[in-house]
DNA sequence: TTCAATTAGTGGCATATGCCACTTTTGCTG
DNA sequence: CAGCAAAAGTGGCATATGCCACTAATTGAA
C-alpha cells in the first residue's frame, strides 16, 4: 500500500490534537458567541483575572505561548477596554497586565457561558474522564520535548 | 475567593486543549522546520497524499476544519507547487487536490523528520499511551457537541 | 423547462500564533 | 564607570482558522 491509509495518519500526535483542538474551539466560540469573545480570549481574560498584576511574560509562559503572540492577542482585548497594561514599578523592561472594571464585568458574563459549554462536555464526556483527559494534556504540554539538536555537544 | 485561582481555569478542557496544542505543535514545528513545512502543512499534504485525489469538501470534513480556511491553507501550498486543484469531471463546483510530484517528494522528505517527532514523543509518552490520548481526542473531535440553541423549539 | 433551494468554493475581514530583528533596560564584570 | 550579555517587549511578516456574504453549478419541484 503505497498510500498509507487514513489510520496512518491518524497515528500523529500533533494532527489529532490540532483537529480536536478546532473541533472543541468551534463548539465553545459558538457558546461563547454572545459575549463577543472567543475561547482564547476568554482564557486569556481568566488567566489575567486569576493572577495579581501578571507580567506579559508570566502569562505568556502560563499559557505556553509565544509572548510576542501575546502581544498580538492581547491587542484585541486593549482595544476594546477589557485589559490594560502598565509599567512595572521596579523593572521598566516589564510591563504588567490587568482587567479594566468593564473587563472584570465582561468575564463574569463570558463565565456564564463557558459554563454552559464546559457542563454540556462534561455530560458527554464524564467529569472524571474529562479530568483524566485534561491531566493528560497537561502532562503533553509540560513535557521536555526537543528535538535532538544537530550539535547538542557544543 | 473572589479571583477563582489557577486550578479553577485550568478545569476548562478548550484552554487545557489549545495550551497542549501550542505545545506540541511548536515540537513538531520545529522538528519539522528544515523541510520549510509546518506541522499543519504537513498534515494536509498526508491527508492529500493518503486520499485519491479528494474533494476541498472531503478534505475539510475529515480535517474539521472549515471549508474556507482550507482554502486559505491551502493557497502557500499551491503556490510552492506541492498540491494542485482541478475541477471535477462530472460537478464543476466540486474542486479536487492533489499532490504535484514535487509535492510528493517533500512529503517523503518531510515524513522523516516527522518521524523523528513522532519517535521522540511516544518514547516520552510510551506508545500505549499516546495511542490511548489519540483515541480520547479523536473521540472528543467527533462528538455531536451543540449549545441547546435558543429556540429549538421553532 | 423554469425557478427556488441547495451545494461547493472564493474573498474579505478578523483573530490566533510563531519567528526574527531590533530597542530599551538591567545586571554583571573588568 | 564603561561595556557587553541577558531579559522583556514590540513590530513586521507569514501561516492558521473562522464567519459571512456572494457566485457558480446542481438538483428538485411546479
Given at each position: 500500500m503505497?498510500?498509507?491509509?487514513?489510520?496512518?495518519?491518524?497515528?500523529?500526535n500533533?494532527?489529532?490534537?490540532?483537529?480536536?483542538?478546532?473541533?472543541?474551539?468551534?463548539?465553545?466560540?459558538?457558546?461563547?458567541?454572545?459575549?463577543?469573545l472567543k475561547?482564547?480570549?476568554?482564557?486569556?481574560?481568566?488567566?489575567?483575572?486569576?493572577?495579581?498584576?501578571?507580567?506579559?511574560?508570566?502569562?505568556?509562559e502560563?499559557?505556553?505561548?509565544?509572548?510576542?503572540?501575546?502581544?498580538?492577542?492581547?491587542k484585541?482585548?486593549?482595544?476594546?477596554?477589557?485589559?490594560?497594561?502598565?509599567a512595572?514599578?521596579?523593572?521598566?523592561?516589564?510591563?504588567?497586565?490587568?482587567?479594566?472594571p468593564?473587563?472584570?464585568?465582561?468575564l463574569?458574563?463570558?463565565?456564564?457561558?463557558?459554563?454552559?459549554?464546559?457542563?454540556?462536555?462534561?455530560?458527554?464526556?464524564?467529569?472524571?474522564?474529562?479530568?483524566?483527559?485534561?491531566?493528560?494534556?497537561?502532562a503533553?504540554?509540560?513535557?521536555?520535548?526537543?528535538?535532538?539538536?544537530?550539535?547538542?555537544?557544543?
Open positions: 503505497t498510500k498509507a491509509q487514513k489510520p496512518g495518519f491518524s497515528r500523529c500533533n494532527a489529532t490534537l490540532r483537529r480536536a483542538a478546532r473541533s472543541l474551539g468551534r463548539f465553545y466560540d459558538d457558546a461563547l458567541a454572545a459575549s463577543g475561547g482564547t480570549q476568554f482564557g486569556l481574560l481568566f488567566e489575567i483575572h486569576a493572577s495579581s498584576e501578571p507580567t506579559m511574560g508570566t502569562v505568556a502560563a499559557l505556553i505561548m509565544d509572548l510576542s503572540a501575546l502581544g498580538h492577542t492581547l484585541p482585548l486593549i482595544r476594546d477596554g477589557y485589559v490594560e497594561t502598565f512595572d514599578k521596579d523593572d521598566r523592561r516589564v510591563k504588567r497586565v490587568r482587567l479594566t468593564r473587563g472584570e464585568v465582561k463574569d458574563e463570558a463565565i456564564k457561558l463557558w459554563s454552559g459549554a464546559q457542563q454540556q462536555f462534561e455530560e458527554k464526556v464524564g467529569a472524571e474522564q474529562a479530568a483524566k483527559l485534561r491531566a493528560a494534556l497537561d503533553v504540554a509540560d513535557l521536555d520535548l526537543e528535538m535532538p539538536t544537530a550539535a547538542p555537544s557544543n
